[in-house]
C-alpha cells in the first residue's frame, strides 16, 4: 500500500497568513493527487485533483503543486471559513489511501 | 441538483450486521464508481472499497476483506454497504463518495460525497 504522510499535524495560523501543507507519498504517484477539506461533523469537500486543478468552485486562494512524491496545498490568505481539517489522498493505485489529516486552528 | 443522499444512523451490538445505502440523484448512476470511506470518531479517514455501476465488479480493502459487502440496485440509482461480524471498532461514520473515472476518461479523485451515516457498535 502507499503511505501518505501529512505535515505538520496540526498548524496554528491567523487570518491573511499564507498556509502551507505538505504531503508525502511513500512512492511515485505522478500528479494522482486530491487534496480534501473537512469541517467538523461534515463530509470531506474536494478542493484540488490532478495535484494542481483547482474544483469547480473552490476559492482561488487554494492552490497545490507537486509531482512524484512530493505535493503541496497552500492557501494564500486565510479566511475564516478555512479553519478546518485538510487530507490528501492518492489515487493512482488501490487501496486509495489518505494522510493522516492537518488540523488549521486559530 | 446531484447529489448523493445515505441512509440515517444506526446502532448495533458486536456481532451484528449493518447495511446502508447511498441513493445518487441529479445524475446518471451508472457513470459514477461509488466508492465507500469511513472515519472513526477523531480519526482520519480509511477506504473501504469501490463497486462498478455496471456489471459486478467490486474491489475491497485487505482489511475489511470477508465482511464487507457492497451492492447495488440500478432500477433506483442506489448502492448498498454491508458490514458484518460487527466490532466496536466499527463505530464510524460511514460514507459513500463518487468516482468520476468512466466520464472522465482517466483516474479519478471523489468529487462528490454523501452526508454520512453513523454507526454505533456497542453492547
Known amino acids: 500500500d502507499i503511505q501518505m504522510t501529512q505535515s505538520p499535524s496540526t498548524l496554528s495560523a491567523s487570518v491573511g497568513d499564507r498556509v502551507t501543507i505538505t504531503c508525502r507519498a511513500s512512492?511515485?504517484?505522478?500528479?494522482?493527487l486530491a487534496w480534501y477539506q473537512q469541517k467538523p461533523g461534515k463530509a470531506p469537500k474536494l478542493l484540488i485533483y490532478e495535484a494542481s486543478s483547482l474544483e469547480s468552485g473552490v476559492p482561488s486562494r487554494f492552490s497545490g503543486s507537486g509531482s512524484g512524491t512530493e505535493f503541496t496545498l497552500t492557501i494564500s490568505s486565510l479566511q475564516p471559513d478555512d479553519f478546518a481539517s485538510y487530507y490528501c489522498q492518492q489515487y493512482n493505485s488501490y487501496p486509495r489511501t489518505f494522510g493522516q489529516g492537518a488540523k488549521v486552528e486559530i | 441538483q446531484e447529489q448523493m443522499v445515505q441512509s440515517g444512523a444506526e446502532v448495533k451490538k458486536p456481532g451484528a450486521s449493518v447495511k446502508i445505502s447511498c441513493k445518487a440523484s441529479g445524475y446518471t448512476f451508472t457513470n459514477y464508481y461509488t466508492h465507500w470511506v469511513r472515519q472513526a470518531p477523531g480519526q482520519g479517514l480509511e477506504w473501504m472499497g469501490i463497486?462498478?455501476?455496471?456489471?459486478?465488479?467490486?474491489s475491497y480493502g485487505q482489511k475489511l476483506q470477508g465482511r464487507l459487502t457492497m451492492t447495488k440496485d440500478t432500477s433506483t440509482s442506489t448502492v448498498y454497504m454491508e458490514l458484518s461480524s460487527l466490532r466496536p471498532e466499527d463505530t464510524a461514520v460511514y460514507y459513500c463518495?463518487?468516482?468520476?473515472?468512466?466520464?472522465?476518461?482517466?483516474?479519478?479523485?471523489?468529487?462528490?460525497w454523501g452526508q454520512g451515516t453513523m454507526v454505533t457498535v456497542s453492547s
Open positions: 463518495a463518487r468516482d468520476g473515472a468512466m466520464v472522465r476518461g482517466v483516474l479519478s479523485a471523489f468529487d462528490m
Open positions: 512512492q511515485n504517484i505522478g500528479t494522482w
Open positions: 463497486i462498478n455501476p455496471t456489471g459486478d465488479g467490486t
